[in-house]
């Protein structure tokens, strides 16, 4: 109870989620924690802030429940108003939620303002870290809320967060008694999945979404290549694209295909059924809207093609018609902390991925890990370990685990690193074939496809069955 800076709850925030024109939550506490910065070594023995969010409107405060979302790459309430699942559920299951924010995200800087000052303040933005901040944080919870004592604490995640969630279960078993675990990439490490899975996913979604629309797309780089190679060329297509600063030389033109790669990724990611805003803004089924403007049956010239990108790009970027020029140094929401992750990525998520234009609808470009590390050394000042999350997490040899649910959507082009086979009775994979990035976690929605339906009412199943296991140990 020293330990911990929110006694009681005491009310930093409120929060009332709209949704379907329905008030959602009526109360979100938001409190802090204070956590060891390193809780690894004894030498730094600062303590930071770490954010959560609590919400106890349904906890049956005798030992009900605790859904605990283990926070990633970003601002906590982000994640908190797009796990809707988890809010749906906590009525029918009697359940507290705890949204926990990830260290250097957010609002949870260790140092403040100089926590991305260099890599000495870096230092302490691990994943291992992170878990044992949750692991602290809910210790200080069971001992300080009164009937939180023995309830079962279900760690749920997303993305990186759904990793987490896996990697927490199997850290600290004695911490939650099971785990959540949508769209995690845990096997996208090296040496464990092909590093084109992943593209040739992204591909797939634009082949099935509307006639020739990955091979226009294929075709659009060498026409970037043509046109870009003259500054008349260059200006063209910063008018075309709406571009707010002007294409001026090579390095634009690679910086601008770089973009509209991670674009289509994107797009990939949150190929959802009904309108949305995740990443941005998007109709539903946004891959089909966007390949309506890429179905160009003959050959047609590169301006042509080019023009088809265009618009293609701008219901991404401005499907509410209120963007005024498109950015190439911004694909996704500010709510993302891209810096941190690459710091990450830089470190211990090393995440192999490659095209050959061929599987894929990509210019080739094979996975280099010499340049990539120098890249990483040159801007961090450190340099990543290839093998250490496969180390630390086991890679692909997690079946002596137990209680994780990895549920992957079959558009996601991370389920390329997804666990997509049942381990064992209880290390078990769902499948979405007509689902993106977490779609199960997202709010229900009447144009939701039967098979996610399916899969939250089976996760929600599991949650019962390890509530009822844990009920009896104690
Ligand atoms: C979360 O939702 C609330 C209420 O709708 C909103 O005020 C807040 O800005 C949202 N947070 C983020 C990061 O999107
Ligand atoms: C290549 O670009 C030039 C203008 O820069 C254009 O005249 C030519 O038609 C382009 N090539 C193709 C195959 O479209
Ligand atoms: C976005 O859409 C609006 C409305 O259609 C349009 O006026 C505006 O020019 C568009 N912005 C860009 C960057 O194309
Ligand atoms: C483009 O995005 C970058 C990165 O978020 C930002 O720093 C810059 O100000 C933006 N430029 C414009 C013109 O909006
Ligand atoms: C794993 O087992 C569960 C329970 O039997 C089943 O519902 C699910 O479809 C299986 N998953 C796969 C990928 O076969």
Redesign the pocket.
């Known amino acids: 109870s020293v330990q911990n800076f929110c006694v009681l709850f005491i009310i930093c925030l409120v929060i009332i989620i709209f949704h379907d024109n329905n008030i959602h939550s009526s109360l979100l506490f938001c409190c802090f924690s204070l956590l060891q910065i390193d809780h690894f070594g004894f030498l730094e023995d600062g303590t930071f802030k770490q954010r959560y969010l609590v919400s106890d409107k349904h906890w049956h405060q005798s030992g009900g429940p605790i859904l605990f979302y283990t926070g990633n790459e970003g601002d906590i309430t982000w994640f908190c108003n797009n796990t809707g699942f988890m809010w749906e559920i906590a009525e029918e299951l009697g359940a507290m939620l705890v949204f926990a924010e990830h260290r250097y995200y957010g609002e949870s800087l260790p140092f403040g303002q100089e926590s991305y000052s260099d890599s000495k303040h870096l230092n302490y933005l691990t994943s291992e870290q992170a878990l044992a901040d949750f692991a602290v944080l809910i210790q200080n919870m069971k001992n300080m809320v009164p009937g939180a004592q023995n309830s079962p604490v279900i760690a749920v995640g997303g993305s990186y967060g759904g990793m987490l969630a896996a990697w927490f279960r199997m850290k600290y078993p004695s911490v939650v008694v099971g785990a959540l675990a949508s769209s995690a990439p845990i096997w996208q490490f090296p040496g464990m999945v092909p590093c084109g899975a992943f593209y040739k996913i992204v591909t797939q979604d634009f082949a099935k979404s509307g006639h020739n629309c990955d091979a226009n797309i294929r075709k659009s780089w ?2 970037i290549n ?2 870009s ?2 500054a ?2 260059l200006q ?1 297509l910063s008018e075309v694209f709406s571009l707010c600063t002007s294409l001026k030389n090579k390095a634009d033109a690679a910086a601008f295909k770089a973009w509209l790669q991670e674009t289509w990724v994107n797009l990939a990611m949150v190929d959802y059924p009904y309108e949305a805003n995740f990443l941005e803004p998007l109709p539903r089924w946004p891959i089909q809207v966007v390949c309506k403007y890429l179905s160009f049956d003959s ?5 042509q ?1 080019l023009h088809g990108v265009s618009q293609a790009a701008k219901v991404y970027y401005n499907y509410t018609g209120s963007t005024s020029c498109l950015n190439i140094s911004q694909t996704a929401t500010g709510s993302l902390g891209a810096l941190g992750w690459f710091y990450q990525a830089c470190t211990e998520m090393v995440m192999p991925m490659c095209t050959d234009g061929v599987q894929d609808m990509f210019e080739a470009d094979e996975w280099n890990f010499q340049a990539f590390s120098d890249e990483c050394s040159a801007m961090f000042g450190v340099r990543p370990r290839a093998e250490w999350a496969g180390t630390v997490y086991g890679g692909k040899d997690i079946a002596s685990h137990s209680n994780i649910i990895f549920s992957n959507g079959g558009l996601d082009p991370w389920s390329s690193g997804g666990v997509t086979v049942n381990i064992s009775a209880s290390v078990v994979s769902i499948l979405i074939p007509d689902g993106a990035h977490h779609l199960d976690l997202r709010y229900r929605n009447d144009k939701d496809p039967p098979s996610v339906r399916a899969a939250r009412a089976l996760e929600l199943q599991y949650f019962r069955e390890w509530i009822k296991q844990a009920k009896k140990v104690n």
């Open positions: 060498k026409a043509n046109i190679s003259t008349s060329g063209w050959p047609v010239s590169d301006y093609l």
